[in-house]
């Protein structure tokens, strides 16, 4: 997974010139596709005219000075000029979305799930290829789980959110299905409880459920009003979402061919 901040990543800014603020939106394309909110934010972005500006850098090659300071351009209105600002212009990070920080702790306990049913695969399928998909998902999701509680730490936010428990904790399932595509307690009863290709089709359909929510909480996260404009949140939730989506095609197509098997 790429978690790198860009230049022109989608992040909210305020422009801070001879004491006046002004809205500001610098913009990039991201990797997934969310039609309606990108669509909505590129309106935005048109509508807003002179409230984007474009920092313009040109880095020295090494051993070299470094060149003149950066160009700060002001696009104007729709058919109206563009304005060059002060090379003193400062762009200020706006204030944290709290949305942003309920969204990373809900999805360290979606991810938790997916890793303790990945956890049962050894013992219970005799699948090769369904092998390799569990620990390719448990690796992902147990890097992600790494960075995400990373990024709430160098932000002072708590780790763990006292409203929900971790999978594993008897948690009630009235809290389970507070977020999208989790497990009920019977079906994790019902996969730890099933062996060999009644377990491989258990899994498969259930973690297909479980990305599904994944997908969906992504969704939520772009439609909050402020939310997703960090920039290392945005590339996390945008490749957790392109990796998920692939994976939920590759599941498919498996849970099919043995769904086709069985009735040969």
Not at 7 to 35: D, E, N
Not at 65 to 92: E, H, M, W
Not at 210 to 238: K, R
């Amino acid at each position: 997974m790429r978690f790198r901040d860009n230049i022109f990543g989608r992040i909210g800014m305020k422009l801070s010139s001879a004491g006046a603020h002004t809205p500001i939106r610098v913009t990039r394309q991201p990797s997934f596709s969310l039609t309606r909110v990108l669509a909505a934010r590129r309106s935005a972005l048109l509508a807003g005219g002179a409230g984007a500006v474009f920092f313009f850098v040109s880095a020295a090659a090494p051993g070299q000075q470094a060149g003149p300071p950066p160009v700060v351009v002001q696009p104007g209105a729709p058919g109206a000029p563009s304005q060059r600002l002060p090379n003193s212009t400062r762009a200020l990070l706006p204030p944290q979305s709290a949305a942003d920080a309920q969204f990373v702790r809900d999805m360290i306990v979606h991810h938790a799930q997916a890793i303790e049913m990945t956890a049962m695969i050894a013992s219970h399928s005799e699948d090769a290829n369904l092998k390799s998909l569990g620990e390719r998902i448990r690796r992902s999701q147990t890097d992600e789980i790494r960075f995400m509680k990373h990024w709430l730490g160098t932000r002072g936010e708590p780790t763990v959110d006292s409203s929900r428990s971790m999978p594993g904790m008897n948690m009630p399932q009235a809290t389970t299905m507070l977020m999208p595509g989790m497990l009920s307690p019977e079906q994790m009863d019902r996969l730890r409880q099933a062996l060999g290709g009644e377990f491989d089709r258990l899994f498969l359909a259930g973690m297909i459920q479980h990305h599904q929510g994944a997908l969906t909480m992504v969704q939520e996260l772009f439609d909050t009003p402020g939310a997703g404009q960090d920039a290392e949140l945005f590339n996390f939730a945008s490749d957790a979402d392109n990796t998920q989506r692939a994976e939920i095609r590759i599941m498919q197509d498996m849970l099919a061919k043995k769904k086709s098997e069985e009735q040969r």
